[in-house]
């Protein structure tokens, strides 16, 4: 189908030339026809005043009364191929100028009529009868000319000019096939790379050179296009690489205690007990693995819409920290700042955000160590403040705290359940909400993170 349709297309170089050609073809037809008519009329007006002119002077000679001498009378009628013949009342010859004579009915025409007439030659023939009163004598004067010179004059520019318009449309022709080629040259690139590109093969781009022009823009977008393509399947790949790397760690386990269960735990009540215990630590722990992946997989995917709605946000955080001090005994949960604000977002998702905020400080912190949970609105946002007196990140780990699963030191929290991937959430919530989030923390010391909420994000 495809190769049908390729042999039969017509390429854009050819139709541009053929285009190209056609416009030209018909510029030339209609110069040439417009110069072969302005000549012929120049050139007929010409042989007219001529002819008109030799008719006065003979019609004034014949009136001044002279003899109608026949060397005075060649005088006046010397000029380029001019016939002149001069009759008497009764239609016989008194006077011809030559001796190659052109019959022409002398009457047939009304004086000062002009025409052109062929003979069997069909060669033209301009003339002018006029009829001459002298003393009551009457006079048929006729003055003919042939227009051989003419008609050969024309009939040459008419092959000059055929010629100049066939060799006009093969220069046209043969130019519009090398400018069109020249031109759409990058579109050949363009397709020959974007045949080599494959999902496997990313790395080919447009050698993109030349004039800055909208071709050259093509190419430039194609390969920002390709950039993007490669960027995106890069981090697809990574994260599934990352995905299934931190489920294999809890399968594994759940297959470990499997393993000890089917061997002696079913007789020994401490190892059924741990090894159940720990199973359901493991699936717990892989569901909110699972359910964390899928969030991101949405939002990458644009499958996930925020709901907005407005809501009071220290209602919500006075919740947050009675839930977390009736989970949490361990820890001092400190609320000192949190200002009555109402905040346009979506509750479910900045609530998911203060949780695996406040989660990481319980995780991270040390036994009776404090946290502090604070809300403050500044002007046209509000800055929430979880901080607390934990184990803090070193400098120049925080810039990759938000990255899906990063994690500081992998075996720290391994005990914590720990996958990385909640601050990648917590920063995509944020962002989506046009907010921002940053961590400021010192090692040993404790670790502060900041979210700024535009109140309305309309
Ligand atoms: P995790 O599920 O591993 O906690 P997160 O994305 O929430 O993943 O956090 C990424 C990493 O940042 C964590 O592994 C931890 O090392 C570090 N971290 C986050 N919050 C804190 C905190 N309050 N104190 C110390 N380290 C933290």
Request: no cysteine; net charge negative.
């Amino acid at each position: 189908m495809n190769k049908f349709y390729k042999n039969r297309r017509i390429s854009i170089s050819l139709r541009l030339t053929a285009i190209h050609a056609v416009i030209l073809s018909i510029i030339l037809l209609i110069i040439s026809i417009l110069t072969i008519n302005i000549v012929e009329r120049v050139l007929m007006k010409e042989y007219k005043s001529e002819i008109k002119k030799v008719t006065e002077d003979v019609k004034k000679y014949i009136k001044s009364g002279k003899e109608i001498n026949k060397d005075i009378l060649q005088e006046v009628t010397l000029k380029d191929g001019i016939h002149l013949k001069i009759f008497g009342e009764d239609e016989s010859l008194i006077f011809q100028n030559k001796l190659d004579t052109i019959e022409i009915n002398i009457k047939e025409y009304n004086e000062l009529d002009l025409i052109d007439l062929a003979d069997d030659s069909r060669m033209e023939i301009l003339y002018l009868n006029k009829v001459v009163f002298k003393e009551n004598k009457k006079y048929y004067v006729q003055v003919a000319k042939k227009l051989d010179a003419y008609d050969a004059f024309l009939e040459t520019l008419y092959v000059i000019l055929v010629i100049m318009n066939i060799f006009g449309v093969i220069i046209a022709v043969i130019s519009g096939i090398y400018l069109s080629r020249k031109i759409l040259k990058p579109i050949e690139w363009i397709t020959n790379t974007a045949k080599s590109i494959s999902i496997h093969d990313l790395d080919e781009r447009i050698n993109v050179h030349g004039a800055d022009d909208e071709l050259k823009e093509l190419g430039e977008t194609f390969n920002d296009m390709i950039d993007r393509l490669q960027e995106s399947f890069e981090r697809e790949k990574q994260f599934v690489s990352d995905a299934s790397h931190e489920l294999r760690t809890p399968i594994s386990v759940i297959q470990g205690y499997i393993d000890i269960l089917d061997r002696w735990g079913k007789d020994d009540k401490e190892v059924l007990e741990e090894s159940i215990l720990e199973i359901k630590n493991e699936t717990f722990n892989m569901k909110k693995l699972i359910e964390q992946l899928l969030f991101l997989a949405r939002g990458d995917n644009k499958k996930y819409k925020l709901n907005y709605s407005e809501f009071y946000l220290n209602e919500l955080i006075d919740d947050i920290v009675n839930e977390t001090k009736m989970i949490d005994n361990k820890h001092t949960i400190i609320n000192n700042v949190n200002g009555k604000v109402i905040i346009n977002a979506d509750f479910d998702a900045i609530k998911q955000v203060l949780r695996i905020i406040i989660d990481n400080s319980i995780k991270y912190t040390a036994d009776h160590g404090d946290i502090f949970i604070e809300s403050e609105k500044q002007n046209d946002y509000v800055e929430i403040r979880v901080k607390d007196t934990g184990i803090g990140i070193p400098k120049e780990e925080q810039p990759y705290i938000f990255d899906r699963f990063y994690r500081v030191d992998k075996s720290r929290s391994k005990d914590t359940g720990g996958s990385g991937v909640g601050l990648a959430i917590a920063k995509w919530i944020v962002k989506k909400h046009l907010g921002a989030i940053k961590v400021e923390s010192e090692l040993g010391k404790g670790t502060q993170i900041i979210i700024k909420l535009p109140i309305n994000m309309y």
